[in-house]
């Protein structure tokens, strides 16, 4: 087989209407078998393999498909177990599988965390000491067969050995990763030769580690690593990097004996010149140039002035065309968008039109005039877009020149502040506080759907909210909280609930891209200036508070993860974006505080998540993105108190930027990695307010007091009493009422017998 023009490193998993997700959630629930499960997945990957093979991908990726996290597979295969799980070794089942994912009556689950700068959530390894690696699973290459089978050929997916040992974590100082390495290559060689067996001509291993800034050490692994690799057979090896540039580590990806080397040319177009200064011998190379973070329409005639540069340096023959990372971070189709808006639709693509693009820009490797119907037709497309009158709003530009530097800085500093909030607030020593949502129980997506879809009225719709609303009150008065919420039953998401009431955005039905295990997002579509019509929160907070006496957190997201989780526009820089969203955020929040509300948290979870992954675009970045937390959230007074949080992050390269942002409480996920990310806290000896999450809320385990008790000992080894607020890691919406009930009673039992034994 030549090698094909048209490639593609990975498809989205949950399927079109969400099919995996619903499979996955009905078997955890015991409502269906694991056979009806894996009858579902194999449905779905048939349909993925067919879809992109029909559409030009002559070898579309296998072993892209998972039940949960593609990281999490690579850890079962391997072996890396930890022994909390019981695994009696041989194959791991798929109860051990989903207990290492989502925890367990005895054991608690695995750390996530992001996967690089995006918005999916990986499974983190854990290497343990004694751990005994070898290869358990024949997935991948029973997948390939699946695919053969069905007449299609494809091209194996693997996470590359050095990426998988550097993003997972040494439980023991006795661990050490080159050992690790050395450990799981014998099962790598092993895989590698199981696919050469089976025919697989090409295997792309993803190195996405290469993109970032990597020590000597890191280097060296790299080298160690593939020499041995190269030693056995193996398909030919196709080595992916995406989402950033390889810069000087170009030279170290040309040395590793791959066959082909896939470049990001979406985030670092600039290194197509660089490779092409090289000296690359044969090797083949897959141009990352249909963006698969993001749903525009590519400009195929820019695009393919890229194709041709590639073209006259390494030959058509060793050029291929794809996406720039895996489509998992993309929607499935746009043809299911019956509902949008006609004239911004024709300005985008999701995943199955990117593969459209892909076979379009493919043919133009050797028949440039071939596809000039096409070309007219983006061309076309891309104008319309371009001279639309519904993208720029003067008044926002207007507002974003007044922005003063006096804009984004608190009246007085915190320990100030402090003392005022006190007599405000009256709350106790520890105060116990929660994220913010509450169980989104079926009666609530019932009714929401019900209220979207015309069939029930908007009043009867209010009163069926404030009925949860009044519910939610009470149970928290019951349990004993100090700092309540309203529950957030109004909302679908945290970030689309606001995208639908500013200007500036647009909602598909189906745009679902997949954050971890079953849970799926909708982002918004950013498409033209942001602005704020109306309030949009005032409504629900106002009538919690008449309910209690006790105070009420407003809750709201923050302008930087607005920005993040939803797909943003590409005309200007995400930075302006980012101002106009916060200007629409300080209305609110001056807004909430004008009637009366008096804690008000501006959630960012997602503020370490867009650290650029070089760290000489960090200080730019921190720069602009804390400048649209300060505006968002400076123009109240001293007494108001201001929350934030931030979860599944590693705070110690952004401390101070977090200093910087002057929240009076900030509240981060701390459970899972048992109170490790307070270290940072200490380092810089963080004076405000922290509540680190004592209850993993993404496990649908109960915490036992005594769990949680030992937690906030560990805290109180950092923190001050004074600093230190009770919380679970991050917002309830996703657990039931029953499991809420307990964990919140037996949170609140804890914080009670802590502030006896503590001098405050």
């Known amino acids: 087989m030549t090698f094909p023009k048209a490639g593609n490193l990975g498809f989205p998993r949950m399927g079109a209407k969400r099919e995996l997700k619903f499979a996955l959630e009905s078997f955890w629930s015991g409502k269906s078998s694991e056979a009806e499960l894996r009858q579902v997945a194999r449905a779905l990957r048939t349909a993925h393999w067919t879809m992109q093979h029909e559409a030009g991908i002559a070898t579309p990726p296998s072993n892209d498909f998972s039940f949960y996290d593609h990281v999490l597979d690579l850890a079962v295969m391997l072996g890396a177990v930890p022994k909390r799980f019981g695994h009696p070794g041989g194959e791991v089942?798929?109860?051990?599988?989903?207990?290492?994912?989502?925890?367990?009556?005895?054991?608690?689950?695995?750390?996530?965390?992001?996967?690089?700068?995006?918005?999916?959530?990986?499974?983190?390894?854990?290497?343990?000491?004694?751990?005994?690696?070898?290869?358990?699973?024949?997935?991948?290459?029973?997948?390939?067969?699946?695919?053969?089978?069905?007449?299609?050929?494809?091209?194996?997916?693997?996470?590359?050995?050095?990426?998988?040992?550097?993003?997972?974590?040494?439980?023991?100082?006795?661990?050490?990763?080159?050992?690790?390495?050395?450990?799981?290559?014998?099962?790598?060689?092993?895989?590698?030769?199981?696919?050469?067996?089976?025919?697989?001509?090409?295997?792309?291993?993803?190195?996405?580690?290469?993109?970032?800034?990597?020590?000597?050490?890191?280097?060296?692994?790299?080298?160690?690593?593939?020499?041995?690799l190269r030693e056995g057979a193996s398909p030919k090896v196709m080595l992916a990097t995406y989402f950033g540039d390889l810069a000087e580590n170009m030279d170290l990806a040309l040395s590793l004996g791959a066959a082909g080397l896939h470049i990001d040319l979406i985030r670092a177009p600039q290194q197509l010149a660089a490779l092409a200064a090289k000296q690359t011998g044969e090797l083949c190379v897959s141009l990352g140039l249909i963006d698969g973070r993001n749903v525009w329409r590519t400009n195929l005639r820019h695009a393919?002035?890229?194709?041709?540069?590639?073209?006259?340096?390494?030959?058509?023959?060793?050029?291929?065309?794809?996406?720039?990372?895996?489509?998992?971070?993309?929607?499935?189709?746009?043809?299911?968008?019956?509902?949008?808006?006609?004239?911004?639709?024709?300005?985008?693509?999701?995943?199955?039109?990117?593969?459209?693009?892909?076979?379009?820009?493919?043919?133009?490797?050797?028949?440039?005039?071939?596809?000039?119907?096409?070309?007219?037709?983006?061309?076309?497309?891309?104008?319309t877009r371009r001279s639309s009158s519904r993208i720029h709003r003067e008044e926002v530009t207007q507002r974003l020149e007044a922005v003063e530097s006096s804009m984004l800085e608190r009246y007085s500093p915190h320990a100030v502040r402090a003392k005022l909030q006190d007599e405000e607030l009256h709350l106790p020593p520890l105060p116990t506080t929660t994220i913010g949502s509450f169980p989104q129980t079926p009666e609530v997506r019932k009714n929401r759907a019900a209220f979207r879809a015309g069939k029930l009225d908007e009043k009867s719709y209010e009163q069926f909210l404030e009925e949860e609303i009044a519910r939610c009150i009470r149970f928290q008065e019951t349990a004993g909280l100090d700092l309540l919420v309203h529950g957030e039953f109004e909302r679908n998401d945290m970030v689309e609930y606001f995208g639908e009431q500013l200007g500036g955005f647009l909602f598909s039905e189906n745009g679902w891209v997949q954050s971890y295990g079953s849970r799926c997002v909708k982002p918004p579509i950013i498409f033209g200036d942001v602005y704020r019509?109306?309030?949009?929160?005032?409504?629900?907070?106002?009538?919690?508070?008449?309910?209690?006496?006790?105070?009420?957190?407003?809750?709201?997201?923050?302008?930087?993860?607005?920005?993040?989780?939803?797909?943003?526009?590409?005309?200007?820089?995400?930075?302006?974006?980012?101002?106009?969203?916060?200007?629409?955020?300080?209305?609110?929040?001056?807004?909430?505080?004008?009637?009366?509300?008096?804690?008000?948290?501006?959630?960012?979870?997602?503020?370490?998540?867009?650290?650029?992954?070089?760290?000489?675009?960090?200080?730019?970045?921190?720069?602009?993105?804390?400048?649209?937390?300060?505006?968002?959230?400076?123009?109240?007074?001293?007494?108001?108190?201001?929350?934030?949080?931030?979860?599944?992050?590693?705070?110690?390269?952004?401390?101070?930027?977090?200093v910087r942002m002057d929240a009076d409480v900030i509240s981060i996920e701390c459970s899972r990695s048992r109170m490790e990310l307070l270290e940072a806290f200490e380092r810089v000896q963080y004076p405000n307010g922290i509540g680190p999450g004592v209850y993993d809320i993404h496990s649908p385990r109960v915490p036992a007091e005594v769990e949680m008790e030992e937690l906030l000992h560990r805290a109180l080894k950092v923190l001050t009493p004074r600093q230190l607020w009770i919380n679970p890691d991050c917002g309830l919406k996703t657990r039931g009422w029953a499991e809420v009930g307990l964990a919140l009673t037996g949170m609140v039992e804890t914080a009670k017998r802590m502030r006896l034994s503590i001098a405050v």
């Not at 695995?110 to 290497?127: A, C």
């Not at 699973?137 to 998988?164: D, I, M």
């Not at 505006?631 to 934030?644: E, F, K, M, N």
């Open 533 to 658: 019509p109306k309030p949009m929160t005032v409504r629900w907070s106002t009538y919690a508070q008449s309910l209690t006496s006790r105070p009420v957190k407003g809750m709201l997201t923050g302008p930087v993860t607005i920005l993040q989780w939803s797909f943003v526009r590409d005309d200007q820089p995400r930075a302006e974006t980012c101002r106009q969203i916060a200007l629409a955020i300080r209305d609110e929040v001056r807004d909430l505080e004008a009637v009366g509300v008096r804690a008000i948290q501006i959630d960012e979870p997602a503020i370490r998540e867009g650290l650029p992954l070089r760290r000489a675009d960090w200080p730019l970045y921190l720069a602009w993105s804390v400048d649209a937390f300060k505006l968002a959230s400076s123009g109240v007074s001293d007494r108001t108190q201001i929350h934030t949080h931030m979860c599944y992050s590693e705070f110690n390269d952004i401390m101070d930027a977090i």
């Open 304 to 383: 393919l002035a890229a194709v041709e540069t590639a073209v006259k340096a390494f030959g058509s023959g060793r050029v291929q065309v794809a996406g720039s990372c895996s489509l998992l971070h993309a929607p499935v189709d746009l043809d299911f968008e019956t509902k949008m808006d006609a004239e911004i639709r024709s300005w985008m693509a999701f995943a199955k039109q990117k593969l459209g693009e892909i076979a379009v820009l493919a043919r133009g490797v050797e028949d440039r005039a071939g596809i000039e119907v096409e070309l007219a037709a983006n061309d076309a497309v891309l104008a």
């Open 93 to 228: 089942s798929l109860s051990t599988y989903f207990a290492m994912a989502r925890g367990a009556a005895n054991a608690t689950a695995m750390e996530m965390t992001k996967w690089l700068d995006t918005n999916y959530h990986y499974v983190v390894p854990e290497f343990e000491p004694g751990m005994r690696y070898e290869l358990l699973s024949a997935k991948v290459v029973e997948e390939y067969q699946e695919a053969k089978a069905l007449g299609v050929e494809t091209r194996p997916v693997l996470l590359g050995p050095v990426s998988f040992v550097l993003l997972g974590k040494t439980t023991d100082v006795s661990v050490v990763r080159g050992d690790v390495l050395r450990a799981i290559l014998p099962a790598y060689t092993e895989l590698l030769k199981r696919l050469h067996d089976a025919g697989a001509e090409w295997v792309q291993v993803d190195e996405p580690c290469l993109v970032l800034d990597l020590s000597d050490e890191a280097k060296t692994l790299y080298r160690e690593a593939y020499a041995v």
